[in-house]
């Protein structure tokens, strides 16, 4: 597959089947797992975070696994995911 194509089908999860399945909001959802890690941590952990820390779950299993497409889309869903969240566009998008 082409790098293009793992682009546009995490954009398309992002925008359409994980949206319907999570919300719409993904910063919120993100900040209620934060604000939980948070008190597991006991030190605090923001929205932001919780992607990132997604994107090394899914690099672990690249690594660990059998090559799956889906590691690679699910990367570049949640990198994407928290670099709207950094710039400020929180209205839409769930990986």
């Known amino acids: 597959m082409r790098a293009d194509q793992f682009c546009q089908i995490a954009g398309e999860l992002i925008m359409g089947k994980r949206a319907d399945e999570h919300g719409p909001d993904a910063k919120a959802a993100f900040q209620r797992t934060a604000d939980l890690w948070s008190v597991y941590l006991g030190h605090k952990v923001e929205a932001k975070d919780v992607p990132m820390m997604l994107v090394l779950l899914k690099i672990t299993r690249s690594i660990d696994g059998a090559y ?6 699910d990367m570049i869903g949640y990198a994407g995911l928290a670099g709207q969240i950094e710039s400020g566009e ?6």
């Open 68 to 73: 799956n497409a889906d590691d690679f889309i």
């Open 90 to 95: 929180h209205d839409t998008g769930y990986e």
